[in-house]
């Protein structure tokens, strides 16, 4: 069952910036860490950020690492990743998932990025 709602995607030029948010389906829940994660066309999904609940404790892959800030509101239950000076190689479908991955994740749609001239 799909649990998550990514959204903020887009085409953005090499050195633009991006919010993307995330919204959790189920209001009951209540996900302690939660991440980003990006799959690049072809390729598996890999962790961009992840997050504690009080939002005190982060990661950040060092492909992005200074580039991306990855955030959560508690009480609306979402989770945000705000990326700046992007280039071609952060073009991919982004999505939010719990952390660490469960065995079977149930990836949502997520939100694809492109960056382009």
């Known amino acids: 069952q799909v649990q998550f709602a990514e959204s903020g995607g887009g085409l953005v030029q090499p050195g633009g910036s991006l919010r993307l948010s995330c919204a959790t389906l189920d209001r009951t829940a209540n996900h302690y860490f939660m991440a980003w994660f990006r799959q690049p066309s072809g390729k598996e999904h890999e962790l961009v950020a992840n997050i504690n609940w009080a939002g005190d404790v982060t990661y950040y892959a060092d492909s992005v690492k200074g580039r991306v800030t990855i955030s959560r509101d508690n009480t609306k239950k979402e989770l945000y990743l705000r990326m700046t000076n992007l280039t071609p190689e952060d073009t991919a479908v982004y999505y939010c998932?719990?952390?660490?991955?469960?065995?079977?994740?149930?990836w949502g749609r997520g939100t694809q990025v492109t960056v382009s001239s």
């Open positions: 998932y719990t952390f660490p991955l469960p065995q079977s994740p149930a």
